[in-house]
């Protein structure tokens, strides 16, 4: 424990903001060793957006139609984001292909809803997912938090959880079940790597 940093985190959104709000709880109690240094979207109108803005985070929004191409928008987020100096970036809700030649090499990591590599790729997110795994019959579903490479929901595996999919289950109530699992796998995967128990990559 001796080794523990404050991660600063940059976080990476297109939607309701509920992981990083869950994010912010956990640093508030002391339960997470991290600083959230800056939030961006890819969206103007979503609620992740206002929950930064209140909790006086530096946040953008960094719009595709505002670029000549996925290419140059990717790389002035994470130019803009590289400014607060982050260790890592975090996707929490960020629905769009990445291209990770702005990362400056740092890691970005990214938290699904099911157990990959099982339902993921190309427009599994969401309920998307929830209601696949039902229509498969499967008896688990869960959370993976994974490394980002090039491809959707395909870099290294950090860690999993799983959750239990019940009987009378329908997309909600799994869904709500599964998103539980996320709030407390994702701040626990961050933990590790501000102790050095969890390292990624040399």
């Given at each position: ?20 709000e869950n994010f912010l709880r956990q640093i508030d109690a002391g339960l997470l060793p991290a600083q959230i240094v800056a939030v961006a979207s890819n969206r103007d109108d979503v609620r992740g957006i ?153």
């Amino acid at each position: 424990m001796s080794k523990e940093k404050t991660l600063r985190v940059a976080v990476l959104l297109s939607g309701s903001g509920r992981t990083l709000e869950n994010f912010l709880r956990q640093i508030d109690a002391g339960l997470l060793p991290a600083q959230i240094v800056a939030v961006a979207s890819n969206r103007d109108d979503v609620r992740g957006i206002d929950i930064a803005a209140k909790a006086g985070l530096a946040h953008a929004s960094f719009r595709r139609a505002d670029f000549e191409s996925r290419v140059a928008r990717d790389r002035a987020m994470f130019a803009w984001l590289g400014e607060f100096q982050p260790d890592l970036f975090c996707l929490a809700g960020y629905l769009a292909l990445l291209d990770l030649a702005g990362s400056g090499g740092r890691p970005v990591l990214n938290i699904h809803p099911a157990l990959l590599p099982k339902y993921g790729g190309k427009g599994f997110y969401g309920d998307h997912v929830h209601r696949a795994v039902l229509e498969s019959g499967d008896s688990t579903s869960g959370a993976t938090v994974h490394l980002v490479d090039v491809a959707y929901d395909r870099g290294p595996i950090l860690a999993q959880t799983e959750v239990a999919v019940e009987a009378g289950d329908d997309v909600r109530r799994l869904a709500d079940r599964v998103f539980a699992a996320e709030c407390e796998l994702y701040p626990r995967v961050l933990r590790q790597i501000a102790e050095g128990t969890l390292r990624l990559g040399a």
